[in-house]
């Protein structure tokens, strides 16, 4: 039982420190954006804010996602992730 506690602690630990790296991440992509928002109608940042909290820097994700997640038809995903690139 004791081992069992211990365990659980550990993982709220764990917990805990992947919220402080989805900050800093967050932190890291807000100055992102300020350095080249002015590039970036506000649409596009607050689509570019959604694709960042559902994939991050980790995931790769293309346009079928991009309809998916944002609601856009093919066209506008496509010139979604051109402007990106």
Same mark, same amino acid.
């Given at each position: ?35 080249? @928002? ?17 994939? @991050?820097?980790?995931?790769?994700? @293309? ?23």
């Amino acid at each position: 039982m004791n081992e069992e506690k211990v365990d659980i602690g550990d993982t709220k630990v764990d917990i805990e420190n992947g919220k402080v790296d989805i900050q800093d991440k967050k932190v890291y992509i807000e100055r992102l954006l300020s350095e080249k @928002g002015s590039d970036f109608s506000v649409k596009t940042t607050v689509h570019i804010h959604r694709l960042f909290e559902k994939f @991050g820097f980790d995931e790769v994700f @293309g346009r079928s996602a991009v309809m998916e997640l944002l609601e856009l038809k093919a066209s506008g995903a496509s010139k979604l992730l051109s402007n990106l690139v």
